[in-house]
């Protein structure tokens, strides 16, 4: 194998400010990060702390608040065409 060619895996946390989650794992992000990025402490470690808006922690399918979203009645005309049709 080729010397330096690969990315430099290390650890980091990624939160979900929303779903009051944080996972620890490896990636080589932390690579491109500013010096002055934040960090956080878990178990007696300092890692890089990157913030995601989304997670399964707080995604609607996964928390089952999920909505339908019909903005032009297709559900409806779905329904009186073909009769109330439950899952």
Known sequence: M???QHPH???VAFRDRSGDLLLVTRS???ERLPTDHPTVDVDGRTLP???VEVS???HPFWTGRGRVVDTEGRVERFR???GQVDA
């Open 28 to 30: 080589t992000l932390p």
């Open 2 to 4: 080729k010397k330096n």
């Open 56 to 58: 399964s922690a707080s």
């Open 49 to 51: 702390v990157v913030d």
């Open 80 to 82: 009186r065409r073909y």
């Open 9 to 11: 895996y290390t650890e």
